[in-house]
């Protein structure tokens, strides 16, 4: 790890102004991941003329101004029973924390390979705490020997998605570089009827129609799955070029068995190619189920479609099985295939009908996506057999310019969930995709080298 030194006690940072104060109830979709954080790094090199304690003071400043449009991120969650919890809006503030890095920014690489290292430079939550008294944004900027810094942040899934904490980062530094806020968040969560009973469909929706809920899928070789989460994992980050990509397409449209109207996505390939490729360096058998999560933003798949601005949670994932033995000895066309059927069945119907039956769950606990906090044993079905995949290739990930210049680096917090994968694009803008990878440190070489092997 590296070694990071914290000055003092961390900040509170409040709204600049009054917010409003009251209770905002939560969708059923950021109940789901309500006790997950999502961490995200920034690095940057050396500002002209700024001291790591003007940066800090810019910093500090800005987000306090940006937390008033965005107040939602100042208060903190209460329980309210059964495993559902509200947001109260209270101004208690963001947190601000300062660190020391004795090592260079040169010895943190460019990317997240060292993983490990990378740890210490987002801001950790202390789950020891009651959740009424944890914040829902925390900030860590870390100064580097020599120069250079990192912003390291850690948002609550209950209050905002990727697509949502991607909004905030981006009017955060255009407020920081002295501009007005462009776009100001869409923070009506009744779309999804937050803290609605349910509507009484009839038939009311079932778990069959929901299998991402019913955790279909044992970690391997365990009936509790607490001996494969416990086995290390590591990160590595697999750059895919454009050429090879276009190939890649070109291999799975080709090989694909049944008529499509349209060509597979990258999306579809990318996701497809990984889960054959974590099947063979797994070394599953043939009869095995396996399965991979994808997740779905549904702001352009209700009618009508909510605003880009939508500042929640609106993405959830859906799963697609197959036996493992199909996955492997069929050509990639297969598995992109069954990508593709998985993602085309979440219509505006499907959506609103996965909240009506959320919403007629008695208790939502089993189904919190965050099982170290609560003590379950058993948690979402991640991990070998399956894979997760996270999607940032239409978001925008690159040009976050606090006013010192744009990052030379930004990409997802370190993972340690076994089988978790983000897409991200290039930061150099050429068509390429970088795929991180987080996996059980015992296949991962063999992953790596299959990953290339089996591109055209």
């Given at each position: 790890?590296?070694?990071?030194?914290?000055?003092?006690?961390?900040?509170?940072?409040?709204?600049?102004?009054?917010?409003?104060?009251?209770?905002?109830?939560?969708?059923?979709?950021?109940?789901?991941?309500?006790?997950?954080?999502?961490?995200?790094?920034?690095?940057?090199?050396?500002?002209?003329?700024?001291?790591?304690?003007?940066?800090?003071?810019?910093?500090?400043?800005?987000?306090?101004?940006?937390?008033?449009?965005?107040?939602?991120?100042?208060?903190?969650?209460?329980?309210?029973?059964?495993?559902?919890?509200?947001?109260?809006?209270?101004?208690?503030?963001?947190?601000?924390?300062?660190?020391?890095?004795?090592?260079?920014?040169?010895?943190?690489?460019?990317?997240?390979?060292?993983?490990?290292?990378?740890?210490?430079?987002?801001?950790?939550?202390?789950?020891?705490?009651?959740?009424?008294?944890?914040?829902?944004?925390?900030?860590?900027?870390?100064?580097?020997?020599?120069?250079?810094?990192?912003?390291?942040?850690?948002?609550?899934?209950?209050?905002?998605?990727?697509?949502?904490?991607?909004?905030?980062?981006?009017?955060?530094?255009?407020?920081?570089?002295?501009?007005?806020?462009?776009?100001?968040?869409?923070?009506?969560?009744?779309?999804?009827?937050?803290?609605?009973?349910?509507?009484?469909?009839?038939?009311?929706?079932?778990?069959?129609?929901?299998?991402?809920?019913?955790?279909?899928?044992?970690?391997?070789?365990?009936?509790?799955?607490?001996?494969?989460?416990?086995?290390?994992?590591?990160?590595?980050?697999?750059?895919?070029?454009?050429?090879?990509?276009?190939?890649?397409?070109?291999?799975?449209?080709?090989?694909?068995?049944?008529?499509?109207?349209?060509?597979?996505?990258?999306?579809?390939?990318?996701?497809?190619?990984?889960?054959?490729?974590?099947?063979?360096?797994?070394?599953?058998?043939?009869?095995?189920?396996?399965?991979?999560?994808?997740?779905?933003?549904?702001?352009?798949?209700?009618?009508?479609?909510?605003?880009?601005?939508?500042?929640?949670?609106?993405?959830?994932?859906?799963?697609?099985?197959?036996?493992?033995?199909?996955?492997?000895?069929?050509?990639?066309?297969?598995?992109?295939?069954?990508?593709?059927?998985?993602?085309?069945?979440?219509?505006?119907?499907?959506?609103?009908?996965?909240?009506?039956?959320?919403?007629?769950?008695?208790?939502?606990?089993?189904?919190?996506?965050?099982?170290?906090?609560?003590?379950?044993?058993?948690?979402?079905?991640?991990?070998?057999?399956?894979?997760?995949?996270?999607?940032?290739?239409?978001l925008p990930t690159h040009g976050f310019d606090f006013g010192w210049g744009k990052e030379q680096y930004m990409g997802p917090g370190p993972s340690e969930d076994d089988g978790n994968f983000f897409l991200?694009?290039?930061?150099?803008?050429?068509?390429?995709?970088?795929?991180?990878?987080?996996?059980?440190?015992?296949?991962?070489?063999?992953?790596?080298?299959?990953?290339?092997?089996?591109?055209?």
């Amino acid at each position: 790890m590296l070694a990071i030194t914290f000055k003092g006690s961390y900040t509170t940072v409040k709204p600049w102004d009054p917010t409003w104060n009251g209770t905002m109830a939560l969708s059923e979709l950021d109940q789901l991941g309500c006790l997950t954080y999502v961490p995200s790094i920034y690095l940057y090199r050396s500002p002209q003329n700024s001291t790591a304690a003007t940066i800090a003071e810019t910093l500090e400043d800005s987000l306090s101004k940006v937390l008033v449009p965005f107040y939602p991120l100042a208060g903190r969650l209460q329980w309210i029973g059964n495993g559902r919890l509200q947001l109260q809006c209270n101004a208690m503030g963001a947190r601000f924390i300062e660190a020391e890095c004795e090592s260079s920014l040169n010895d943190i690489g460019d990317d997240l390979s060292l993983s490990r290292l990378h740890g210490n430079l987002y801001p950790s939550v202390d789950f020891s705490l009651p959740i009424h008294e944890l914040p829902l944004f925390l900030v860590q900027l870390t100064t580097f020997r020599c120069g250079g810094f990192s912003i390291g942040t850690a948002l609550s899934h209950a209050v905002a998605d990727g697509t949502a904490a991607l909004h905030f980062m981006s009017e955060w530094a255009r407020v920081t570089r002295g501009e007005a806020l462009k776009t100001p968040p869409f923070l009506n969560r009744s779309v999804f009827r937050a803290g609605e009973p349910p509507l009484g469909l009839s038939p009311p929706p079932t778990l069959d129609e929901y299998p991402e809920y019913g955790n279909p899928v044992l970690l391997i070789g365990q009936s509790d799955a607490l001996e494969e989460k416990k086995k290390k994992t590591t990160t590595a980050m697999l750059k895919i070029t454009k050429a090879q990509l276009e190939k890649l397409r070109k291999m799975a449209n080709e090989s694909c068995e049944k008529p499509m109207a349209r060509g597979f996505t990258r999306y579809e390939t990318i996701c497809g190619h990984v889960w054959r490729i974590a099947c063979k360096a797994r070394g599953h058998k043939r009869e095995q189920q396996a399965v991979i999560a994808v997740c779905i933003d549904s702001r352009n798949r209700m009618t009508p479609e909510l605003p880009r601005e939508y500042f929640g949670t609106a993405t959830f994932d859906v799963i697609a099985q197959s036996l493992a033995g199909d996955l492997m000895s069929k050509p990639l066309g297969f598995a992109a295939s069954k990508v593709r059927e998985t993602i085309e069945k979440v219509t505006d119907k499907y959506i609103k009908s996965l909240i009506e039956f959320l919403k007629n769950l008695e208790d939502l606990t089993e189904y919190i996506d965050n099982d170290t906090v609560l003590g379950k044993e058993d948690g979402p079905f991640y991990g070998n057999p399956s894979v997760t995949a996270v999607s940032w290739l239409t978001l925008p990930t690159h040009g976050f310019d606090f006013g010192w210049g744009k990052e030379q680096y930004m990409g997802p917090g370190p993972s340690e969930d076994d089988g978790n994968f983000f897409l991200i694009q290039s930061p150099e803008g050429e068509g390429s995709v970088v795929v991180a990878m987080c996996l059980q440190e015992a296949y991962m070489d063999e992953f790596k080298r299959l990953f290339y092997q089996d591109m055209p």
